[in-house]
T-cell receptor, first 114, second 117 residues
Framework: AQSVSQHNHHVILSEAASLELGCNYSYGGTVNLFWYVQYPGQHLQLLLK??????LVKGIKGFEAEFIKSKFSFNLRKPSVQWSDTAEYFCAVTINQAGTALIFGKGTTLSVSS | GAVVSQHPSWVICKSGTSVKIECRSL??????MFWYRQFPKQSLMLMAT?????????EQGVEKDKFLINHASLTLSTLTVTSAHPEDSSFYIC?????????????FGPGTRLTVT
């Protein structure tokens, strides 16, 4: 079965530090990749997505992610985090078929201290 | 932007009763909606895929007779937890698929906290 692994369970950073959250998936075919964020008490919001084309995708709030097909990875990055980035981050994939649901990783909690 | 609402946001019910949760796409039509369950400090687990006008597709291990899903219109899907028991207490989240050209996205509702006493 397809799965998504997020290796960092809890990341603690100071403001202005750089961020990289790992995400790996297990599926040999074509996938679509997503990063979602869940701020405390709020619903999931889409940060960015990759379907095809440039493997470096830019999302909202200064986040970006790079798809490396050979490594089955889609790591999330931000050069300088802010206190307001404190949240839960979820990597997710869909198999490239219509209507397929998201398969989520277990999530990474990011805590940013000011 | 695309907005998905859920109602109610929280509900407490007695064991043995049924509870209905509504999921609405407010500003777009969604032929496909999804229902997830989220346990504390854990990720979202897909329960079922709901397609407008047809039967829902349930994930392995999810009892279709217990979790009834109805997607009667392009903007509304409902999840009914029948004969609820304390182990059904959880956070239920729906999402709706939004087609954006050659790609698509899922927009999530705020979730419904169900507590069965």
């Amino acid at each position: 079965a397809q799965s998504v692994s997020q290796h960092n369970h809890h990341v603690i950073l100071s403001e202005a530090a750089s961020l990289e959250l790992g995400c790996n998936y297990s599926y040999g075919g074509t996938v679509n990749l997503f990063w979602y964020v869940q701020y405390p008490g709020q619903h999931l919001q889409l940060l960015l997505k990759y379907f095809s084309g440039d493997p470096l995708v830019k999302g909202i709030k200064g986040f970006e992610a790079e798809f490396i097909k050979s490594k089955f990875s889609f790591n999330l990055r931000k050069p300088s985090v802010q206190w307001s980035d404190t949240a839960e981050y979820f990597c997710a994939v869909t198999i490239n078929q219509a209507g397929t649901a998201l398969i989520f990783g277990k999530g990474t909690t990011l805590s940013v201290s000011s | 932007g695309a907005v998905v609402s859920q109602h109610p946001s929280w509900v407490i019910c007695k064991s043995g009763t049924s509870v209905k949760i509504e999921c609405r796409s407010l500003d777009f039509q969604a032929t496909t909606m999804f229902w997830y369950r989220q346990f504390p400090k854990q990720s979202l687990m897909l329960m079922a895929t709901s397609n407008e006008g047809s039967k829902a597709t349930y994930e392995q291990g999810v009892e279709k007779d217990k979790f009834l899903i109805n997607h009667a219109s392009l903007t509304l899907s409902t999840l009914t937890v029948t004969s609820a028991h304390p182990e059904d207490s959880s956070f239920y989240i729906c999402s709706a698929r939004f087609d954006r050209g050659p790609t698509y996205e899922q927009y999530f509702g705020p979730g419904t906290r169900l507590t069965v006493t």
